[in-house]
């Protein structure tokens, strides 16, 4: 079992960055399938971006030029690094976890999923709330 907690998120105006941090209470890499997903009101949780066990990222189309994502071993932290941030990026971000490596699916399978790729992920932090004025 794993406990996450995310930080870093925060209100921000458009063009702008933030890098959430999601800190986990056991050793991430080479054990867990990490992901990012984000909600924004009245809609569903989408999936933002992955990172395998062995390192490797997966991301959203809509976001893969502007939006990083890495690991500090030591740490045990997953970041999510934000760049050119627009309105519609306004949400709750969500880190998430799950024992089964590899990722199960790739974030243009988990997009495609919906609603139902959450089940792929056992573990989720509390969330940390994004806002992108304009």
Same mark, same amino acid.
């Given at each position: 079992?794993?406990?996450?907690?995310?930080?870093?998120?925060?209100?921000?105006?458009?063009?702008?960055?933030?890098?959430?941090?999601?800190?986990? &209470?056991?050793?991430?890499?080479?054990?867990?399938?990490?992901?990012?997903?984000?909600?924004?009101?009245?809609?569903?949780?989408?999936?933002?971006?992955?990172?395998?066990?062995?390192? %490797?990222?997966? /991301?959203? /189309?809509?976001?893969?030029?502007?939006?990083?994502? &890495?690991?500090?071993?030591?740490?045990?932290?997953? /970041?999510?690094?934000?760049? &050119?941030?627009?309105?519609?990026? %306004?949400?709750?971000?969500?880190?998430?976890?799950? !024992?089964?490596? !590899?990722?199960?699916?790739?974030?243009?399978?988990?997009?495609?999923?919906?609603?139902?790729?959450?089940?792929?992920?056992? /573990?989720?932090?509390?969330?940390?709330?994004?806002?992108?004025?304009?």
């Amino acid at each position: 079992q794993v406990q996450l907690v995310e930080s870093g998120g925060g209100s921000v105006q458009a063009g702008g960055s933030l890098r959430l941090s999601c800190a986990a &209470s056991a050793q991430i890499a080479g054990t867990y399938c990490m992901a990012w997903f984000r909600q924004a009101p009245g809609k569903e949780r989408e999936g933002v971006a992955l990172m395998n066990a062995t390192g %490797t990222t997966s /991301y959203t /189309y809509f976001n893969k030029d502007r939006f990083t994502v &890495s690991l500090d071993n030591a740490k045990n932290t997953l /970041y999510l690094e934000m760049n &050119s941030l627009k309105p519609e990026d %306004t949400a709750m971000y969500y880190c998430a976890a799950d !024992p089964r490596i !590899p990722c199960l699916s790739s974030m243009a399978t988990i997009q495609a999923l919906g609603v139902l790729a959450l089940n792929e992920y056992r /573990y989720w932090g509390q969330g940390t709330q994004v806002t992108v004025s304009s």
